[in-house]
């Protein structure tokens, strides 16, 4: 059973930074899209960026310049920088395939606030 584990969020002020973490137990990440989603309590998940095996990346239009996914293929890690954080960040994060697989971790909760 492959565990998708969350970590790196927290309380920011607008304009901050976070970088989230997403570490796997096996080779999840490695031959396949993978994306950052998040969501709000009541909504669903939206992907809020993705990256392909190849490196072509995606991001939504409200994080488009802010936010930046990567990867660490030998340790299994795919990571999310967020930079100039905003109060509608606010969410709950979770990484996964894409689409998305039939299980997710816990997420990382990402609080914006002054």
């Known amino acids: 059973q492959v565990q998708l584990v969350e970590s790196g969020g927290g309380l920011v002020q607008p304009g901050g930074s976070l970088r989230l973490s997403c570490a796997a137990s096996q080779s999840f990440f490695s031959a396949y899209m993978i994306g950052w989603y998040r969501q709000l309590p009541g909504n669903q998940r939206e992907l809020v960026a993705s990256?392909?095996?190849?490196?072509?990346?995606n991001y939504a239009d409200s994080v488009q310049g802010r936010f930046n996914i990567s990867r660490d293929a030998v340790k299994n890690v795919v990571y999310l920088q967020m930079n100039n954080l905003k109060p509608a960040d606010m969410a709950t994060y979770y990484c996964n395939q894409f689409p998305p697989a039939g299980f997710w971790g816990q997420g990382t909760q990402v609080t914006v606030s002054s």
């Open positions: 990256l392909t095996k190849s490196g072509i990346v």
